[in-house]
């Protein structure tokens, strides 16, 4: 057990952490030299997602030798909607490299993450990284970052924090700035000199705290975590203690052991160890398997509520069943209670209306990645806008999530965006200026966040940087004003021609080319106005032997608005869908007959956690 160290790496969106795993894994010498492995890059992103957006989205587990130690790493995500993974991998570890980038510093999910780390009593391990960027500035980051652990009121043990020096771009690391290496040596001494051998003790028995969940189609689900106290072999009768009391008994019938990125099965494990055990169909995060009942539970860690839902209906369009191949109730119902088995921080529900199922998260990006890999298998499915979910305090009174935000935003922008968090009912908490930059934190109720990185990005050209974290719980800030703009509804089907889009742009901007295939209550482009109006974009232009006064004059049409999943879902109104297919993205009404949608006015309508 003296030579096991387990190990999470926690960083910020984008500070290079899935690209230091890599360098921890090849120097290492996990893989052969001849290896595919060993040429790739960012092998932890095991998703197509997450190598295209570059982040991390599910928490992953590693390991690799060095000298005679067994290190397990967990690679875990920085992106706030993630968060709940990040909560449960802090039980199974005794240290975790915090990787903060030489020239942004620590930011917030930083500070999310940390405050998680400190509080597990996980010794931490400061990774100064991307030293080779031209504007890195690693001394002030460490000052920085010495502040950030003030703040969060570290001991003094855990203030004295080594700290590292490197760039796993090029690979090397160092613990002076003078020094000169070209390995990542001084890291890995690091991580066996300063982490604590595993909190565990060796004993006959076993207990282990699950962590983390995977799903098998021939095994079942499988539970990852650490052994706390003695063996597991295979075959051992064993019981499940659940979170609400219960008991189930079953045996172990299979033990997965990390080599590298593969996971090895193994006869038996001891404590200490990040193993993974089938055998347990409904085991659940932060719950106990051990040998006996005499054992007691090891202390179940909650997750945090989720704080938004959305709707996931079948998609009844015109269109419906052209693209995708699975396109039932029961399809989209087997794939949302697939997806809840491995992601704990999902809740799903059956509703009203058989054909809608209400899905609730942490955030839209973590809606709209389920979303986008549903488009991917094959599905189709039309998703609402997100609608947040409130609580009601002791006396009734309503609640609503309330967010930290922070933004960093240049200097000449900072007008235009203070304008737009007041009337998203903004409280500003806090305000610095850095050179020609300014940081702004404020107090953001959840509904006026959505949409709001649409706007950041637009009034900033992309230069302003958002993240949020969960606050509390607050008392309600009252009616919010919509979107600006209405939308352009279709009231004829077709294809799409020129000569009517020609026409219908003079009303606002478009969102469909000529050609596209347009139905009855499809929207099809932005009015410059804030009402909706009904437009005909399938006109054909009429053929007579008369010559009009307008032969000859060319079509000229502005490129039209084109929006990626996350934006539409922000984009759309409460009375519209996003209709998701494997290859088109459309956004409509959610009642397509125009005189009943007349009838059906927009509301705003109050829902609440499931407790």
Request: proline share 4%.
């Amino acid at each position: 057990m003296q030579h096991i160290r387990n190990i999470a790496i926690i960083a910020h969106v984008d500070h290079g952490k899935t690209t230091l795993v890599d360098c921890l894994l090849k120097q290492s010498g996990t893989f052969r030299a001849n290896q595919h492995e060993s040429q790739e890059e960012r092998l932890m992103d095991s998703m197509d997602l997450e190598k295209e957006k570059g982040i991390t989205i599910r928490a992953k587990n590693a390991a690799f030798k060095y000298k005679n130690f067994h290190i397990n790493i967990v690679d875990t995500p920085g992106h706030a909607d993630f968060g709940g993974e990040v909560e449960r991998i802090m039980n199974m570890i005794d240290g975790v490299l915090l990787v903060v980038d030489s020239a942004e510093g620590p930011q917030a999910q930083t500070r999310f993450v940390l405050r998680k780390a400190l509080e597990a009593g996980a010794k931490p391990i400061v990774v100064i990284n991307k030293i080779d960027r031209e504007n890195a500035n690693p001394k002030k980051v460490l000052d920085q970052v010495f502040e950030l652990f003030m703040s969060l009121n570290a001991t003094d043990e855990q203030l004295d924090f080594p700290f590292i020096y490197a760039s796993a771009k090029l690979g090397y690391a160092k613990t002076e700035l003078e020094h000169v290496t070209g390995t990542m040596e001084p890291l890995f001494e690091a991580i066996m000199k300063h982490i604590p051998p595993p909190r565990a003790k060796a004993g006959d028995g076993f207990q282990l705290l699950v962590a983390n969940l995977d799903y098998s189609d021939y095994l079942g689900r499988i539970a990852f975590g650490k052994i706390y106290e003695g063996k597991v072999k295979l075959g051992d009768a064993a019981i499940c203690r659940h979170g609400h009391g219960k008991i189930s008994k079953n045996k172990i019938t299979a033990i997965f052991h990390f080599e590298g990125m593969k996971r090895i099965e193994v006869q038996e494990a001891h404590a200490g160890d990040i193993v993974g055990l089938t055998g347990f169909e409904d085991v659940f995060i932060g719950e106990t398997i051990c040998d006996s009942e005499a054992r007691h539970a090891l202390p179940y860690i909650p997750i945090d509520p989720p704080t938004i839902q959305m709707e996931f209906a079948v998609n009844d369009g015109p269109l419906a069943g052209q693209d995708g191949k699975l396109v039932t109730a029961r399809h989209i119902w087997d794939r949302l209670v697939k997806e809840i088995r491995t992601n704990v921080a999902l809740r799903i529900a059956q509703t009203g209306d058989p054909k809608v199922f209400a899905v609730s998260g942490r955030g839209e990006m973590q809606i709209a990645i389920l979303v986008e890999q549903m488009r991917r298998e094959g599905y189709e499915v039309l998703v609402s806008r997100p609608e947040v979910l409130w609580k009601k305090g002791s006396n009734g009174e309503l609640l609503e999530p309330i967010e930290k935000l922070f933004v960093e935003i240049p200097s000449e922008n900072l007008g235009t965006i203070m304008e737009n968090l007041s009337s998203r009912k903004a409280q500003i908490t806090n305000m610095n200026h850095v050179g020609n930059q300014v940081s702004v934190e404020a107090l953001v109720p959840m509904r006026g966040l959505i949409g709001f990185e649409t706007d950041l990005v637009n009034s900033t050209k992309g230069m302003g940087v958002m993240s949020h974290l969960f606050h509390e719980y607050g008392a309600d800030c009252g009616e919010m004003a919509a979107r600006k703009n209405g939308s352009l509804v279709s009231m004829d089907s077709g294809e799409a021609t020129s000569y009517a889009l020609n026409m219908v742009q003079e009303r606002g901007r478009l969102m469909i080319e000529p050609g596209d295939n347009v139905y009855i209550g499809m929207i099809v482009g932005e009015n410059a106005r804030e009402n909706d109006i009904p437009v005909n974009p399938v006109k054909e232009k009429r053929l007579t032997n008369m010559r009009s006064q307008g032969d000859g004059k060319g079509i000229q049409l502005a490129p039209p608005l084109k929006l990626s999943l996350e934006r539409a879902l922000e984009y759309i109104d409460v009375d519209e869908f996003v209709e998701a297919t494997p290859r088109n993205l459309r956004l409509r009404k959610k009642v397509l007959d125009e005189n009943a949608r007349k009838r059906s006015e927009k509301s705003r309508v109050i829902k609440f956690i499931a407790e």
